[in-house]
């Protein structure tokens, strides 16, 4: 499978005022989003366990997880990642100042393991991050089921995106 990614003109620094423009590539979604009962349907097909036992399995485990992360637990699901909670904050001028109504706002972090980490460089084809332009999937000239991918360059800018998908 193959990950569409189309160019996109952006500031090279947008802390800077009229920064010079660049291109850059950024990841496109194709379809509609899957959802809970997509998962399980893909998951059935590899075992046992009926989709009302798999979906019952995955609120449950979503329930648990908040509950934990509320009781100042990090959480961390081997082949997965680690969920914690972080705060955002206004700084106060003294350390005295600090209270729990400095706290904005809280958030659900996570930290991908490596096993479920994506790169261009992984070994085994089913793993590795093929890259096609919008344009040439659009022209035809590519699939994204395999096809022969274009490789976009990585960007220092994160965009919408908080990271950098591609780095």
Not at 41 to 49: A, E, I, N, W, Y
Not at 124 to 141: F, I, M, N, P, T
């Amino acid at each position: 499978m193959s990950v569409i990614f189309r160019t996109v003109e952006r500031p090279s620094d947008p802390r800077v005022e009229n920064s010079p423009k660049k291109y850059y590539p950024q990841l496109v979604t194709l379809g509609q989003s899957v959802d809970l009962a997509f998962i399980a349907q893909k998951m059935q097909d590899r075992s046992s366990l009926s989709i009302g036992d798999i979906k019952s399995t995955m609120q449950n485990f979503v329930e648990k997880l908040k509950e934990q992360l509320l009781e100042g637990k990090t959480v961390n699901i081997a082949g997965l990642g680690v969920f914690i909670l972080a705060a955002k904050s206004k700084g106060e001028e003294k350390a005295d100042d600090v209270t729990a109504k400095s706290v904005e706002s809280v958030r659900i972090c996570f930290q991908a393991n490596r096993e479920l980490k994506i790169s261009k460089a992984a070994t085994r084809a089913g793993e590795r991050l093929d890259l096609v332009s919008l344009d040439d999937y659009l022209k035809g000239k590519t699939s994204i089921d395999g096809g022969s991918g274009s490789e976009g360059g990585g960007s220092d800018s994160d965009g919408d995106q908080g990271e950098n998908p591609l780095g």
